[in-house]
């Protein structure tokens, strides 16, 4: 009988600790497959084109958001070969605490997606609307949709992390009716300059 629970034992071990080797191995891979993707996306180079690099630079600190990403996804699948390891091992308790992070962790997913999403609008915003563009209220507008972009990208990624989220929709509404109002006022003052010189420029073909 003895014989029978130390092979079971053992048994268990040897799974266990297989599959750990191969999830650590897999999760490896992929993370450096992911941060690959998301360097071919521009990922980093739409972070540096915002300006975040020099902010870290001053701290000695480097900034690569594609590595982070990469990180994220490789530490949800060692997660799962945690869990899977400990209900091998009959370890319950354990084998729950992944669970529950397991289960926790498509937030954090959604959450690394909206702050892409966000870096990449921010970073269009810049270009389609520079002072290029042929009025003086340009960069007041390009700030004020960089600045839009990063408010409600937070809001829902702490809504979205379950962070006070009775708070954050409140908050939402009123940014929301913020925005709109800032929205308006800085579209009508562009508008009102861009028509005076298009009108100047009528006039002078007249003349």
Do not use: C
């Not at 993707?37 to 600190?61: I, P, S, V």
């Amino acid at each position: 009988m003895e014989d029978i629970v130390i092979s079971s034992i053992i048994s268990n071990i040897f799974w266990a600790g297989t599959i750990l080797i191969i999830g650590i191995i897999i999760s490896q891979k992929v993370r450096e497959v992911s941060q690959k993707f998301l360097e071919g996306f521009r990922l980093n180079q739409a972070t540096k084109n915002l300006g975040w690099h020099h902010f870290f630079e001053k701290y000695n600190a480097k900034l690569n958001p594609s590595k982070a990403f990469g990180i994220i996804i490789q530490v949800y699948l060692l997660l799962i070969t945690f869990m899977i390891s400990s209900e091998i091992l009959e370890l319950g308790i354990l084998s729950q605490f992944f669970l529950n992070i397991v289960e926790y962790y498509p937030n954090i997913f959604i959450s690394s997606l909206i702050f892409i999403i966000a870096v990449f609008v921010a970073e269009f915003s810049k270009k389609i609307v520079s002072p290029e563009v042929g009025f003086k209220y340009s960069g007041d507008l390009s700030t004020l949709v960089s600045s839009t972009t990063w408010v409600l990208a937070t809001l829902a990624i702490l809504y979205q992390l379950q962070i006070v989220p009775d708070l954050v929709i409140t908050l939402f509404v009123g940014v929301v009716a913020a925005i709109a109002l800032a929205f308006g006022l800085a579209i009508g003052l562009g508008s009102q300059d861009l028509i005076k010189n298009h009108l100047k420029k009528v006039g002078k073909k007249k003349k």
